[in-house]
């Protein structure tokens, strides 16, 4: 795995700001939790990260390369969401 840095990752959603000048950096091979309340944006930034958002402000580096615009597809990334997204349960 490659340092995954944030800085001043911003989304909003109309009004609502649901990621708000979030600086972070996980190191390669580093343990990270995010973990906070409902709808503080946890899932936003890992979506942020993953490609399936794009941020409003602010920039996603995997190490020295910038890759806020890059497709999810060419990120080498993945995400397991809390719910089954693929059909009922």
């Known amino acids: 795995m490659v340092e995954v840095k944030l800085e001043n990752l911003t989304k909003r959603f109309g009004k609502v700001v649901a990621v708000d000048h979030v600086n972070l950096k996980i190191r390669d091979g580093e343990f990270m939790v995010l973990l906070g309340p ?20 602010g920039k996603v580096f995997f190490g020295d ?7 999810p597809k060419d990120r080498n990334v993945s995400i397991v969401f809390q719910s089954y997204a693929c059909g009922p349960t």
């Open 65 to 71: 390369e910038d890759v806020t615009y890059l497709p």
């Open 38 to 57: 409902s709808g503080c944006g946890k899932t936003t930034t890992l979506r942020c990260i993953a490609g399936l958002e794009i941020p409003d402000e």
